[in-house]
């Protein structure tokens, strides 16, 4: 019966979500990086243009999902619920993660919004090196191939820079080495460990002091910021790569919705405020949607599936190392040492209630079906109850203690850590 | 300085010493979570309240470490080893105290390093190439051996398990998934924070539900004071000093953070000591090597920050992220475009240690009461934090799982007399010498030479070899009795 009414309620909010305009809740933007790194950074320019000018009519929130090359926080995307109110703010590290193998899908498993900011890419080298432009860089390494070393992270679009690069220029062969984020690269550079590398725009006005030089742009023309820089396509080398900023919808999304969400993102664009903050950062504007988003991804898309990944030398196993070093130096400590103590019966009565105490929580807040204040509250009272079953009896402090922090913990983690919880 | 700021600053301690005190929560996290609050502020006051959270966190980890055992921040794993068992043996309040002025001493410490000598140290930290890394990675190793107490050979086995808990997830060096089974949420594999609530929150809270049914010992705390006799003081003065060194100087190092310094004082002031046997029973060198090094590594860790817009930390890449939203270069130029932003931060830094001791020095008497709270509520409580904290870290309900398994794990190595601190070690180096190792290979092209031939990271081996075998060799007055 209860069942029935639920259902019944649930249909008519459904409904009525389809009846009222999209959005109806608040819009939660899956960034897959950590919070304060360039893409989070961007995104919340964006949001705090949306907010202010109170574009979309619900909250625009910020859910960080970091790990995996931003492969985690895309899956999780692509796997939530397809009617507008989750997205995914991801650049063209969608497209690189795929073809590089690091993940399993790209575009084609999401419905584009639009495609918003572009960040030019400056190949750079230290301004001790004897190179003045791209194609001497390039000419050593076709000269001594494998004798420039070039940082970039693998399967990252800086390193399908680098093989577009090696691509045009025939015969030239970089070696590869992993290096980290830009500061990173920029320490490496500066310290000799590194030849080449890439820098986005905004990186290379922060650190170019510290004795960067910039030998190309890989863009059309050339940056208004450095005049003096001359393009790829200037020196003869057909490359043109910069970093896109892409917003996705899970598959099956209703269309009027993705060109509603596409419509704030424009109008955030439009801001001021917006507008401001991209000039300091060296983003360009750009703004594109509908069938010619669809046709920009699939020609970038193509321009990386020509390429492969290329391991430049074998790496020991450290897996296979690490295993059997376990095994060997376990065996000794367990010969060594003693008869671990025997289990007694409390200790697995102790196990086994604080287990599944912990389980049925851990599991009821997966299943996203249970309220956080409420499961957490029951939770800590039935924990607290069972753990003073055999001592003194304290009701009112563990009520009091059981509703204060799960409270507690509700007001700090959503309202002001703005973090998903169930 | 003004006023406004000085608010700021006792806010930002505050919060920052209450979250590095739960487990569950730590600085990074919170830290991270609190940037988007900052946008509506201007860069100074901002900068102010990050830093200071900053500070706060490093050192309020001490304070569960040393009272529960659960170290609240992973800075403070080695604070466990001696604190602990001090405040057991019924002087929690001489435990705080000196882990409370070693943190005092080494953030003044780290503070005049950054005044002093930020140009010079950033730049060397650019001079340590990948090879250089991985031989100091490799040291701090092989101090595994050295922390391990009660056993070296079980030691050794949980710094191992430590190592290879580490290695599913991206390859460091390719960024292909490895040993994920399948599984694409451990793609990322399991990140620090859980595996470190695991080992040491959950199963601690095993325990102590298992020593409930026995109506075990309680910390009984009899008259002993915060305050140290100035002659006690003077004992510690070197290793004071050598402590806050080493922790400076490791905070230097980008990506080597505040676990590693207190590791490689502990490594250092044990070795120094007259007395080695009694480290990790409690005694006074252990805890104020640890704590005087962890809060020495954020003031270093600010050198390459300031100096050249390197982050130095986890933490320092959120407050670059911080610079950049609030319009500002980060960067070489930072220092000559923005030097009173340069100033905001190195006198934040400053006023933020000194609030900091006051804060803990005022808050200790009602802290060390902790510890007499019902176990039948502390624990929920714990619990409660751990799996929130756990999920906040990336919205993931995978993050919380990973933290039961490892609490399994954790009070299974317990039982069998493991000790997990070994694990930990292993656990937060692997990555780091593995990316090291992999790409110095890559940039000589697969030869090893380079890792004997440059000067520093052939040091770094041989001290590493030393320490190394002097620890298999010469064992350890008062482990003899363990081996059979």
Sequence with gaps: ?422 | MDPVLLIWIFLGVTVGVLVGAVPGLTGAMVISLSVPLTFGMAPEPALALLVSMYVGSVSGGLITATLLRIPGTPASIITTLDGYPMAKEGRPGRALGLGMFASLFGGLASWLVLVLLARPLADWSTRMGPADMFSLVLFALVLIAVVSRESLWAGIFSGLLGIFCALPGQHPALGHPRMTFGIAEMDAGFRLLPVLLGLFAVSQVLRDVVELNKRAVTIEVRGDSLWLKWSEWRTQLFNLIRSSALGSLVGVLPGVGANVGSILAYGAAKAHSRTPERFGQGCDEGIVASEAANNATVGGALVPLVALGIPGSVVDAILLGALVIHGLQPGPLLFTNNPEIVGVITNSYLVANLFMFVVMMLGARFIAKLSRVPKEILIPVILTFCVVGCYALGNRMFDVWVMLIFGLVGFGLDRLRVPLAPFVIGFVLAPMAEENLCAALMLSGGSWLPFFTRPISAVFLVIALAVGVSAVVYRPRGTSQQSP
């Design chain 1, 1 to 422: 019966m209860f069942l029935r009414w639920f259902s019944l309620v649930a249909l008519t909010l459904a409904f009525h979500g389809r009846a009222g305009t999209f959005p109806t809740k608040p819009v939660k933007v899956i960034v897959p990086f950590s919070p304060g790194g360039g893409s989070d950074t961007f995104v919340r320019i964006l949001q705090s243009g949306i907010q202010a000018n109170q574009l979309l009519g619900q909250p625009f929130t910020v859910i960080n999902v970091p790990g995996a090359g931003g492969t985690i926080g895309s899956r999780r995307a692509k796997g939530a619920f397809p009617d507008g109110h989750t997205i995914l703010n991801l650049h063209d590290g969608i497209l690189s993660a795929k073809h590089s193998g690091q993940a399993l899908y790209g575009a084609e498993a999401f419905e584009p919004i639009a495609a918003t900011g572009r960040s030019g890419t400056l190949i750079c080298v230290s301004d001790e090196a004897p190179y003045q432009t791209l194609a001497e860089v390039l000419a050593a390494a076709r000269k001594n191939p494998g004798s420039v070393s070039f940082g970039a992270n693998f399967g990252a679009t800086s390193y399908f820079a680098g093989r577009m690069l090696e691509q045009v220029y025939e015969g030239a062969e970089f070696n590869f080495v992993p290096a980290g984020g830009g500061a990173k690269r920029f320490a490496a550079m500066k310290g000799g460990h590194l030849d080449v590398s890439t820098f986005t725009v905004s990186e290379y006005v922060g650190f170019q002091a510290g004795g960067l030089r910039a030998v190309a742009l890989l863009g059309a023309e050339r940056h208004p910021a450095f005049p003096e820089v001359m393009t790829a396509r200037e020196q003869g080398i057909d490359v043109d790569w910069d970093l896109i900023q892409y917003w996705w919808a899970p598959k099956g999304t209703p269309p009027e919705r993705i060109a509603r969400l596409a419509a704030v993102l424009r109008e955030a664009m439009a801001t001021p405020e917006v507008a401001a903050k991209f000039k300091e950062l060296y983003v360009d504007p750009l703004f594109v949607t509908g069938p010619e988003l669809t046709r920009l991804i699939g020609e970038r898309d193509a321009k990386v599936a020509r390429l492969s990944v290329r391991q430049a030398i074998e790496l020991p196993d450290f897996p296979m190392m690490i295993g059997m070093l376990l095994v060997v130096v376990g065996g000794v400590a367990a010969w060594r040492g003693g008869r671990p103590a025997a289990m007694e019966a409390g200790t697995l009565k102790a196990l086994a209630g604080l287990g599944l105490s912990l389980g049925v929580y851990v599991l009821a807040l997966q299943s996203g079906r249970v309220a956080y204040v409420f499961a957490t509250m029951v939770f800590m009272f039935a924990l607290g109850a069972w753990l003073m079953r055999g001592g003194q009896r304290r009701w009112s402090a563990l009520a009091v203690t059981a509703c204060g922090v799960s409270g507690l913990c509700q007001v700090v983690f959503t309202r002001w850590l703005i973090v998903d919880l169930p």
